[in-house]
């Protein structure tokens, strides 16, 4: 007999596999979806290890195959499995990542009564439980439940079953999505015959099946049935006697919901390449396919911003399809997804496919299905879509592999794409191309030591040739106040944007903060309006006339008073996109304005809809978050204007440097890349810092090597390795009574390990406090292999562990 062990979709089964038996009737494969019993229950599992020996003495069967072909492959399982391990997260959703969209599904429960005897004697709550389902085929047990409570109707429920009372029955739950299907009324004689037969119909007054030939035969013999019906009203007999007759027959056909059937994608040559891009080419394709006994190669493409990465991707994408092989492309955020398909598809006409959470979720299940079947050369999307099933996968490509985006931190598991990548591309053998003008300081430092190879790219260039990067201003913000103008905009930002608009171009304006005002104070008595949930002040959304809570999204009108004095004298606090809008509307009230922030982009293909207007100038200022920062080319575009280089940069968080440089680079970046050269204006109260200093410079060497110097003396990534234990609770004492005892209790471990070189930062309260109603408090670890040491401790429900957080706050 052979044993399987499964990930159980259950939270009780947490971080573990579980072993069952395999029937003889059954043949089990690893990466197999199965049914299994779980306790009372029967719940959904995956398949990851096949086995001749158990791993406990006593195993129940598996149930059945859910489907009769492996969902997974085993490089999938594999991954799964080392993310399940790394970052410490439960193995059922480790392995769900990679699942068919739609793919949960439950047993759903109905209850049938039988006959109850005359001599039965029944309870009162079993009669009241009879009741409800007396007179009726079958009864949800949910229905059930909602009347008599969870806990009596599954003791009823057994106690009836035994007696014979009612009968339980099991079935699937039916899927939330499957393949759609069109029925079409296909014409199935001679056109010459059809038309003969419309005559013949006529004359004998049978008008409707005429007519029903009619759009047939004009329509070249296949119709949609739904458009049959609609257009010729009260043709269902008609139809029913067309097809007994044997002119015609309706199919049931297949449709694929195509996300890209709305774009207009035209076939491309590949450009002329640069002698620096020639040359990336040449390091890349010589390495694609060789591997040096450990593993496949891993290149750092750095190229500053407009240097032609994109078309080295596509290059080395091409090799990969040229050797039957296939490739995946990550983005960081669904906004680049327009712009990197067309690039994509044009290259690979009709072998594109693209998956994120902004699709439907039909278009989300033809779209994986049509990958694992091998009908695509390159899967483009964020994050997620490294877990698509891409067979005979070549390639990894990740695009700004430096963004924070890439780090699932909102649930488990919290794995980071480009670590998971690096991890499926052993598995397969594949390459890994990671592409930035601003690489993640630990990524440049592993290129830097060998185990990436670095390929660099030092130039510009446009569709006209090479050009310069885009001269940088940086204003003092101070100065500006001593000079007694208070306005969010600088004398120089507001010249250079006349200047801009005068000539039509664009200019992009950029400040990391949604909304109008950052808080509402009442000016008599200080009071704040915060988010009666969270730690956190309300911003005012002028659009919406509401206070939101940017963490938990509460809201409330704007109140007409201080709910504290009574007063009416509300002041609106600090800066958002919405109100830099409102500034620029009043200084240049002729000029077209565009805001692009999740406020805006949060309808189907709204990214998609913004890029075209900016592509066809119906805008003349852009003004945005960091969205507008993330690799968009924007030709038209020659100004970028940053509002306030410092929102990010005082944050308690060892990587608040390197975001504020990353981003001011990558602003910097959107300018001057068509014709006409590019200007930016960085307003600050801080022009001497490093990291706004070399973002000036367009320096990346003088900021890695200060950062870096930073970094080592305070043993901080990638000198060492963190991890991040945050509790919550509704309690705030029994929060800090939870966390002081893990830190005695790590404290303990590591002297028990003898590992003195773990450090404990901590107990202290998160960066936000509380969140949604409970209180949070924090440890950070620091120090090596943290995965393995925090792997075998007893981690009670309320923590969260997050192994290589991308950030502290």
């Not at 299994?36 to 719940?43: A, I, N, Q, R």
Request: hydrophobic fraction near 40%; aromatic fraction near 8%.
């Amino acid at each position: 007999m052979n044993y399987a062990e499964v990930a159980v979709n259950s939270p009780v089964a947490q971080r573990r596999s579980f072993c069952y038996s395999i029937p003889a009737d059954l043949n089990i494969q690893v990466g197999h979806a199965v049914w299994v019993p779980f306790g009372p229950k029967t719940l959904q599992g995956i398949v990851v290890r096949v086995t001749d020996y158990p791993s406990f003495d006593e195993t129940k069967e598996i149930t059945r195959l859910i489907s009769s072909i492996p969902l997974l492959s085993p490089a999938q399982i594999e991954t799964a499995l080392w993310l399940n391990k790394h970052y410490l997260a439960p193995l059922f959703d480790s392995v769900a990542l990679m699942l068919p969209p739609g793919f949960e599904r439950r047993l759903l429960t109905f209850l049938s009564p039988l006959p109850v005897p005359a001599d039965e004697e029944l309870s009162p709550e079993e009669k009241e439980f009879v009741s409800i389902i007396k007179g009726r085929d079958r009864v949800s047990a949910a229905d059930v439940e909602r009347k008599l409570g969870k806990k009596m109707t599954g003791e009823l429920t057994r106690q009836l079953v035994k007696r014979g009372l009612i009968l339980k029955i099991q079935e699937l739950e039916q899927p939330r999505i499957k393949t759609k299907i069109i029925s079409y009324l296909k014409l199935v004689i001679e056109a010459a015959f059809a038309r003969a037969e419309i005559s013949r119909l006529k004359a004998a007054g049978e008008n409707k099946e005429a007519a029903v030939l009619e759009l047939l035969v004009t329509r070249g013999g296949n119709v949609p049935l739904a458009e049959v019906r609609k257009s010729i009203k009260s043709s269902k007999k008609a139809i029913e006697s067309l097809c007994g007759r044997g002119a015609a027959q309706v199919d049931d056909i297949p449709v694929r919901r195509d996300p890209l059937a709305h774009m207009k994608i035209v076939a491309s040559a590949p450009p002329a390449l640069t002698p620096a891009q020639e040359q990336a080419r040449q390091q890349i394709k010589n390495s694609l396919f060789v591997t040096d006994g450990g593993g496949p190669a891993v290149f750092l493409l750095h190229g500053v911003t407009g240097s032609g990465k994109t078309e080295v991707y596509l290059r080395a994408l091409t090799e990969v399809v040229a050797q039957g092989k296939k490739g995946i492309c990550l983005v960081p955020e669904i906004a680049l997804t327009p712009q990197t398909i067309e690039r994509f598809a044009s290259r690979f006409p009709g072998r594109v496919a693209v998956i994120h959470s902004g699709l439907s979720l039909g278009e989300q299940f033809d779209e994986w299905h049509r990958i694992k079947q091998g009908e695509s050369d390159v899967v483009i999307g964020p994050r997620s879509a490294l877990f698509t099933p891409q067979p005979d996968l070549g390639l990894i490509i990740i695009d700004e592999e430096h963004e924070w985006t890439y780090k699932q931190s909102d649930r488990a598991p919290r794995y980071h794409a480009r670590d998971a990548a690096i991890k499926l591309a052993k598995l397969n053998n594949a390459a890994v191309v990671l592409g930035s003008a601003t690489p993640d300081v630990e990524t440049y430092y592993r290129a830097r030591r060998g185990d990436y190879r670095l390929v660099e790219l030092q130039e510009r260039i446009t569709p006209y040739g090479p050009a310069p990067l885009p001269e940088v201003t940086i204003v003092d913000m101070k100065d500006e106040l001593k000079e007694g103008n208070r306005s969010l905009f600088s004398r120089c930002l507001t010249g250079k944007m006349a200047e801009a608009l005068g000539r039509r171009e664009q200019v992009i304006l950029f400040l990391n903060r949604r909304g109008t005002a950052a808080f509402v104070q009442c000016r008599k008595c200080g009071f704040v309006f915060n988010c009666p949930r969270c730690s956190a002040a309300l911003t005012y959304h002028s659009a919406t006339k509401k206070l939101v809570c940017h963490h938990c999204n509460h809201f409330i009108s704007v109140p007409a008073q201080c709910p504290q004095c009574h007063s009416q004298d509300l002041r609106f606090m600090g800066i958002g996109t919405q109100r830099i809008e409102e500034d620029v509307k009043t200084m240049f009230p002729e000029s077209r304005l565009l805001r692009w922030d999740s406020d805006i982009t949060s309808r189907r293909r709204g990214h998609e809809e913004l890029l075209n207007k900016i592509r066809s100038h119906e805008a003349d200022v852009i003004i945005g978050t960091q969205m507008i920062a993330k690799g968009l080319d924007l030709p038209q575009v020659t100004l970028a204007g940053v509002i306030s280089a410092d929102m990010g940069l005082n944050l308690p968080d060892f990587k608040a440097s390197e975001r504020t440089f990353q981003l001011l680079c990558q602003v910097a970046g959107r300018a001057g890349r068509g014709f006409m050269p590019g200007e930016v204006v960085i307003q600050t109260y801080c022009p001497e810092h490093y990291a706004i200093q070399a973002a000036s410079r367009h320096d990346y060497r003088a900021f890695y090597d200060r950062e870096l110097e930073y970094r080592r003396q305070f043993g901080y990534p990638p000198f060492s390795q963190l991890a991040s234990l945050t509790f919550n609770h509704t309690s705030e004492q029994v929060g800090l009574k939870e966390v002081e005892r893990m830190e005695h209790l790590l404290n303990q471990e590591k002297e028990r390990r003898g590992l003195p070189d773990i450090r404990t930062i901590g107990p202290m309260p998160a960066f936000v406090p509380r969140l949604r109603g409970r209180y949070r408090w924090q440890l950070v670890l620091c120090g090596a292999a943290l995965d393995d040491f925090l792997g075998e401790l007893p981690l009670p429900r309320g923590w969260v562990v997050d192994i290589d957080p991308v950030s502290m706050v």
